[in-house]
T-cell receptor, first 114, second 114 residues
Framework: DAGVIQSPRHEVTEMGQEVTLRCKPI?????LFWYRQTMMRGLELLIY????????DSGMPEDRFSAKMPNASFSTLKIQPSEPRDSAVYFC????????????FGPGTRLTVL | AQSVTQLDSQVPVFEEAPVELRCNYS??????LFWYVQYPNQGLQLLLK??????LVKGINGFEAEFNKSQTSFHLRKPSVHISDTAEYFC????????????FGSGTRLQVQP
């Protein structure tokens, strides 16, 4: 298995632009998580899906952020418009079963907003 | 609300020496406990987890952790570290509320010196 796949691995954009991050979970996994890692706030959950349905989006910073999971093999995290404070590493993770199984993390997308 | 505290931001240690990385948590409900490792420019990888049963948990790469309910701790240990263990280590919890997202500590940077 290729593991969790994220694209792009690096993204540099200018303030105000739309940014779309993509994630392909491990086949067969029914839960998908988006986390953000910054120096100031550490690792924090943005949103997670179970069976393609958003379960908890309490970590989504504001309306500029949106996430979708149109099918079991694909999810997007969109920021529109982007701001410099959105600069971070964004991780996607997936897991199977009851949710207490291991969450497998992708390599992350390093986003820089100028 | 739950929180996870990793008391040491950095731990320098010499190769082949023992190491303990400390983690304490606070929660009004039962928790499930995890340790993840992050190597430079990579995603997170599960080292070990405690869900129930024996309070001493063994993980990959020779690491182990002990759940202490009375002290609300889940310290990570290794009897003899290698240079390759240099990485960031994160303690995390999932609360027994049905919500399956990880809440992470701030991380401990383990620096193994020759």
């Amino acid at each position: 298995d290729a593991g969790v796949i994220q694209s792009p691995r690096h993204e540099v954009t200018e303030m105000g632009q739309e940014v779309t991050l993509r994630c392909k979970p491990i086949s067969g996994h029914n839960s998908l998580f988006w986390y953000r890692q910054t120096m100031m706030r550490g690792l924090e959950l943005l949103i997670y899906f179970n069976n393609n349905v958003p379960i908890d989006d309490s970590g989504m910073p504001e309306d500029r952020f949106s996430a979708k999971m149109p099918n079991a093999s694909f999810s997007t995290l969109k920021i529109q418009p982007s701001e410099p404070r959105d600069s971070a590493v964004y991780f996607c993770a997936s897991s199977s079963g009851t949710g207490l199984n291991e969450q497998f993390f992708g390599p992350g997308t390093r986003l820089t907003v100028l | 609300a739950q929180s996870v505290t990793q008391l040491d931001s950095q731990v320098p240690v010499f190769e082949e020496a023992p190491v303990e990385l400390r983690c304490n948590y606070s929660s009004s409900v039962s928790v499930y406990l995890f340790w993840y490792v992050q190597y430079p420019n990579q995603g997170l990888q599960l080292l070990l987890k405690y869900l129930s049963g024996s309070t001493l948990v063994k993980g990959i790469n020779g690491f182990e952790a002990e759940f202490n309910k009375s002290q609300t701790s889940f310290h990570l240990r290794k009897p003899s570290v290698h240079i390759s263990d240099t990485a960031e280590y994160f303690c995390a919890v999932i609360m027994d509320t049905g919500r399956r997202a990880l809440t992470f500590g701030s991380g401990t940077r383990l620096q193994v010196q020759p």
